[in-house]
C-alpha cells in the first residue's frame, strides 16, 4: 500500500515538474523571440511610434494670436477677511492673427474671471478682469487663471498675490469642542 502511495506521489510530481519546465520554456522561447525582434529593429536604425502617439506640426503662425500682458501678476497685499479684491489685466494681440480666448477657468471657486470674449486683432487690446473672493481664507493667497487661446503656447496663466488677515473675535465660528 505505501508503494502504491509513494508511485502515485512520484508520478504526480515527476508530471507536475514536467509541466512546469515546459511552460518555462514556453516562456523562454518568447522573451527570446522578443530579444531577437528588439536586436533587428535596432540593426535596421528602425523608430518605432506608440500607437498612442500624437504627431506634432508646427502651428502656422499666420493662424496665431499673441498675448502681450502689461503684467502677469498682480500684487493685491494685505486685506481683510471678507474683502473682494478686483484687477483687469490689459493685454494687447501681437501675433498674426486675430486672437481668440476659447475658456478661462480660475484655480478656486472663491476666483471668478471675466474677459473679451469677441476676437482681438492683431495690434489691438484686451483684457482679463480677475475677481477674488477673501471669504472664509486666510493667510498668503495666490489665485490663478489659465488661459486657453489659439497663441503658442495654447494655456497662459495669470496670478493675483496677497495676505489675508484673518476675522478677530472668531466667537461665532468657534474651533474644536464647546464645553458648557
Excluded at 519546465?21 to 523562454?28: I, M, N, V
Excluded at 497685499?77 to 483687469?88: A, F, L, M, S
Excluded at 477657468?105 to 495690434?123: E, M, V, Y
Amino acid at each position: 500500500m505505501k508503494a502504491k502511495l509513494l508511485s502515485v506521489a512520484a508520478l504526480t510530481l515527476m508530471i507536475a515538474l514536467g509541466s512546469a519546465c515546459s511552460q518555462k520554456s514556453d516562456q523562454d522561447a518568447k522573451i527570446q523571440a522578443l530579444e531577437d525582434k528588439i536586436a533587428q529593429l535596432e540593426s535596421k536604425g528602425s523608430s518605432i511610434t506608440p500607437v498612442n502617439a500624437q504627431s506634432t506640426v508646427a502651428a502656422d503662425p499666420s493662424t496665431l494670436g499673441g498675448f502681450e500682458f502689461s503684467e502677469m501678476e498682480y500684487e493685491f497685499g494685505t486685506i481683510n477677511e471678507g474683502q473682494v479684491v478686483e484687477h483687469v489685466f490689459n493685454f494687447t494681440n501681437n501675433g498674426e492673427a486675430p486672437l481668440v480666448i476659447s475658456n478661462i477657468t480660475a484655480s478656486c471657486g472663491c476666483t471668478s474671471p471675466d474677459w473679451t470674449k469677441t476676437p482681438i486683432n492683431p495690434g489691438e487690446e484686451g483684457f482679463v478682469k480677475v475677481v477674488f473672493n477673501s471669504t472664509a481664507k486666510s493667510g498668503a493667497q495666490a489665485p490663478t487663471v489659465t488661459i486657453q487661446a489659439n497663441t503658442n503656447p495654447t494655456v497662459t496663466r495669470l496670478r493675483m498675490r496677497g495676505t489675508v488677515t484673518p476675522k478677530v473675535g472668531g466667537a461665532a465660528n468657534p474651533v474644536g469642542p464647546v464645553k458648557r
